[in-house]
């Protein structure tokens, strides 16, 4: 199992910037690939950005430039740099990461932390 705890949600005024944390605990030694994804009010969850133990990172087109993963290995965490936020980046963010044991991906999530950008 593995347990993801995000951090770092909250206000943010239209033009600004903000920082989410994702830590992970459990048996970390499995995670492949980290990532954050969000899920906007009526809308279907969609990637933001993964990365992988060996640093490579992969974004959603719409987001290139703005947003920035980084991710800590020894402390097993998750970030994600965001700016010039605008109303469409409101969402519940949700940490992920996926393990691989047992010949298989196993996905694990955190529980969201609400973004919400005013305009």
């Known amino acids: 199992q593995v347990h993801l705890v995000e951090s770092g949600g909250g206000y943010v005024q239209s033009g600004g910037s903000l920082r989410l944390s994702c830590a992970a605990s459990?048996?970390?030694?499995?995670?492949?690939?980290m990532g954050w994804y969000r899920q906007a009010p009526g809308k279907e969850r969609e990637l933001v950005a993964t990365?992988?133990?060996?640093?490579?990172?992969n974004y959603a087109d719409s987001l290139k430039g703005r947003f920035t993963i980084t991710t800590d290995n020894a402390k097993n965490t998750v970030d994600l740099q965001m700016a010039s936020l605008n109303s469409a980046d409101t969402g519940v963010y949700y940490c992920?990461?996926?393990?691989?044991?047992?010949?298989?991906?196993?996905?694990?999530w955190g529980q969201g932390t609400q973004v919400t950008v005013s305009s």
């Open positions: 992920n990461a996926v393990a691989l044991e047992m010949g298989r991906a196993w996905p694990y």
């Open positions: 459990g048996r970390t030694f499995s995670i492949n690939v």
């Open positions: 990365i992988t133990r060996g640093g490579t990172t």
